[in-house]
């Protein structure tokens, strides 16, 4: 009996040595739209938000100027994204905000991000957005907000969340302080001969009239951190993915209107400033 009592001892010893550690969640790919934000703009938080276990909440925490608020995240169109709006400010306020996720005891909260009001971002390495997209003409233009210029080192697009990098910068572009840097589709390469065998050409096409997912990365690929991201449609309307053919949008583009700004339909200004405003994106 004494045996099977130790037995039975170690054996309960060793289930509780087994017992799984709570599973932590992860939050990655933070970022925010408009980058620039003027006076009385809202502004969308977005976070991916993988791991954990049961239930849990996701909350966006921000200041504004002394005042502190928060506000429930809500699924974005993105798998595992979750979105969450701080509310238009006057001109000159200072925002700081931080996104936390609690599962059951478990509660993860990212570093402190700000933006001052009417004023573009300090420089750095997550200050290059994706600026414009053309479905006719077939480019992407970056934008660089910052009073520093930007060499696209470890920069890398990915289109429609595919297993590889349509472009990867290879450190011989540089974006100009406030300036733009223009990328041309391989489909239209016969209208830029003088672009062959530079790295102002990615490898695949964009179109008008179909769902699309282009995000901007910094870092190697798989694992850089998303810089940017532009989706058009849902990938969950087509069992594929993205590319499914919906509305067509010609002969506008999609642009963050005015530059930073927030994405809309506008005439095509590739290298240049975008207009003020433009028309809603058609989803579907």
Not at 22 to 50: H, L
Not at 51 to 70: P, Q, R
Not at 124 to 137: F, K, P, Q, R, T
Request: glycine residues 8%; hydrophobic residues 40%.
């Amino acid at each position: 009996m004494k045996k099977l009592f130790f037995v039975a001892l170690a054996l309960i010893a060793m289930l509780a040595s087994c017992k799984q550690e709570p599973k932590v969640p992860t939050i990655s790919n933070v970022y925010q739209t408009p980058e620039i934000v003027v006076a009385d703009q809202d502004v969308t938080v977005t976070a991916t938000v993988t791991g954990g276990e049961g239930e849990f909440t996701i909350k966006l925490y921000f200041n504004v100027n002394a005042d502190s608020y928060e506000v429930e995240m809500t699924p974005a169109d993105e798998l595992n994204a979750y979105k969450g709006v701080i509310p238009g400010q006057a001109d000159g306020a200072k925002v700081s905000y931080y996104i936390q996720v609690q599962a059951g005891e478990v509660v993860v909260k990212t570093d402190t991000y700000s933006y001052v009001v009417g004023t573009a971002p300090t420089p750095g390495a997550n200050h290059i957005i994706l600026n414009e997209l053309s479905g006719v003409n077939k480019f992407i233009e970056i934008y660089n907000p910052t009073d520093a210029d930007f060499v696209l080192q470890d920069v890398y697009i990915e289109k429609d969340a595919k297993d590889a990098p349509i472009w990867v910068g290879d450190g011989t572009i540089t974006v100009p302080a406030r300036g733009y840097v223009v990328l041309w589709s391989e489909d239209v390469l016969a209208d830029h001969p003088d672009l062959e065998e530079t790295n102002y050409i990615f490898g695949s096409g964009l179109s008008s009239k179909k769902t699309v997912r282009i995000a901007l990365f910094k870092g190697e690929f798989p694992n850089g951190e998303q810089l940017d991201l532009f989706t058009r449609g849902n990938a969950e309307l087509d069992p594929e993915g993205w590319g499914l053919t919906i509305s067509d949008v010609k002969p506008q583009v999609y642009a963050r209107t005015p530059d930073g700004g927030d994405w809309k339909l506008a005439d095509e200004t590739p290298g240049a400033a975008n207009p003020a405003t433009g028309d809603d994106i058609p989803q579907e």
